[in-house]
């Protein structure tokens, strides 16, 4: 398969020499986006949204063409394994993902089944290769799924937003139930991902997002070691080409050399962490990702540009760095933001290279 014309990312992924720091926004096809708001007004709802896959083409799209970015991520939502388990997925207006049937009961649990990606989740599949045949070779598609534990806390919770009280008494009182529903959790984000890769995925990413939460031993345990299971176990070229993987824990700055030892290209970072730290310490074996705090984006163009080239600045000369929020672009950061963002990354690294 022809490799993109732009690949920047995909180099500096895998630490090859690259002309400039490659930059894409984490949710970058998002609500920010009035055109983003008119497709999904035109879908009916969220989930409309993401399964059918003309709509995630379109939207997925939409940020590459009002910014220059260097690559696409495949529009979709980190709780499409658990809702093709038949949990139950729906989105309450204003108050995010619930799910109408949590699990709380052993039997339940007991009961739980990997989806099949090809019949239970073809609609991603088909949302994918459309997107690639769309981006015509134009820069990679990042596929991604949550983390075993991070779709364990909203399959077990029932929604996000909580204290982890649910999930956090099964973890001590009944941890053969976690470690059960963390299995087949880990076994389906391995086919899932392997799927996307097969249907035109480039580079994959696995959002921890709750891992932060986790205590260290626990973190260990019930988290890092099923993200490890899961790149085990991952297509690792397809086509000829390599297919890089990403791991991005959310508040896990404590834990990046066990991150960098699970098999990954590259580790994401948030913005509690300091990017020349993280350097230091795991910056020869994995290449990074990130880290502004999204919040910036609200500011002036000046101090987008300003604090963007002290992340760069921060990393220093070499390859291997891909600029990213911390965390997701907010819902209300003005488009113009992300176009200072984008802009600054591209103009300030070059000297960096």
């Known amino acids: 398969m022809t490799k993109p014309r732009n690949n920047t990312l995909l180099k500096a992924l895998l630490r090859q020499p690259t002309k400039y720091t490659p930059v ?26 993401c399964k059918n896959p003309d709509f ?16 696409a991520i495949l529009f979709s939502d980190i709780l499409t394994i658990p809702d093709a ?17 949590p699990l709380r009961e052993e039997w339940e649990i007991r009961s739980l089944a990997m989806p099949d990606p090809a019949v239970h989740l073809n609609y991603v599949m088909d949302a994918v290769s459309q997107i690639r045949k769309t981006l015509d070779n134009q820069v990679p598609l990042i596929g991604f799924s949550g983390s075993p534990f991070t779709l364990a806390c909203y399959m ?13 008494t099964m973890l001590y009182q009944r941890p053969d139930l976690l470690h059960h529903i963390l299995d087949i959790n880990a076994k389906s984000v391995t086919a899932y991902l392997n799927a996307q890769i097969e249907s035109g995925a480039q580079a994959v990413m696995i959002f921890d997002t709750w891992g932060g939460v986790l205590s260290h031993t626990a973190y260990q345990k019930f988290s890092l070691h099923y993200m490890t299971e899961i790149l085990a176990g991952l297509k690792r070229e397809h086509d ?114």
């Open 85 to 101: 388990m038949g949990l139950g997925l729906y989105f309450a207006e204003g108050e995010g993902p619930k799910f109408e049937r």
């Open 24 to 49: 894409w926004l984490m949710r970058q096809a998002g609500r920010y986006l009035p055109e983003y708001n008119k497709t999904r007004a035109r879908a009916g709802d969220f989930l409309s949204l």
């Open 56 to 71: 995630a083409t379109e939207v997925t799209m939409q940020p590459l063409a009002r910014f220059p970015l260097d690559a």
């Open 156 to 168: 077990i919770e029932g929604c996000g937003g909580t204290d982890f009280r649910q999930i956090k």
């Open 240 to 353: 000829g080409e390599r297919v890089p993987s990403i791991i991005f824990t959310k508040g896990g700055g404590l834990w990046l050399e066990g991150i960098a030892n699970s098999g990954c290209d590259a580790v994401g970072l948030d913005w509690t962490i300091n990017i020349s730290e993280a350097r230091r310490r795991i910056g020869d074996k994995v290449a990074l990702q990130g880290n502004l705090d999204p919040a910036i984006l609200f500011s002036t163009p000046e101090v987008i540009t300003s604090e963007a080239g002290k992340i760069l600045e921060d990393y220093g000369n070499g390859n291997g760095h891909v600029f990213n929020l911390g965390h997701g672009i907010s819902q209300f950061t003005p488009p113009e933001g992300a176009q200072s963002l984008v802009d600054a990354v591209h103009t300030l690294s070059k000297k960096y290279h």
